[in-house]
């Protein structure tokens, strides 16, 4: 079974770090592209982040840039998005995908993306 989980979510307060990763069972993250994208309440979902095939090219969002980045460990078939100075803004459902690739130089849309985790919830608060 084709699958992607999330792990790392949690309450962290402003300011604080979390690293969430993205685990693949079932095939090899090695030809996909990976795409954060998350979902806050009442909002629609936004890409994060995404890492390419070969870590090729690695995209940010405008709002998460300098504080997020993402990596790729083809041995342990997994990517990680480590998270530093989180503000309440970035409180959302994340999840991660995977596109078969490669995309060149911009993200999967996110209808491009093939498989999708569950998601992982992060929250920000004092």
């Known amino acids: 079974q084709l699958q992607l989980v999330e792990s790392g979510g949690g309450l962290v307060q402003p300011g604080g770090s979390l690293r969430l990763s993205c685990a693949a069972s079932?095939?090899?993250?090695?030809?996909?592209?990976i795409g954060w994208i998350r979902q806050a309440p009442g909002k629609e979902r936004e890409g994060v982040s995404c890492i390419d095939v070969s870590d090729r090219n690695i995209n940010y969002a405008d709002s998460v840039k300098g504080r997020f980045t993402i990596s790729r460990d083809n041995a342990k078939n997994t990517v990680t998005l480590q998270m530093n100075s989180l503000k309440p803004e970035d409180t959302a459902v994340y999840y991660c995908?995977?596109?078969?690739?490669?995309?060149?130089?911009?993200?999967?849309?996110?209808?491009?993306?093939?498989?999708w985790g569950q998601g992982t919830q992060v929250t920000i608060s004092s």
């Open positions: 995908a995977a596109a078969p690739g490669p995309w060149g130089t911009r993200c999967p849309r996110l209808y491009e993306y093939h498989y």
């Open positions: 079932g095939f090899s993250l090695d030809y996909y592209a």
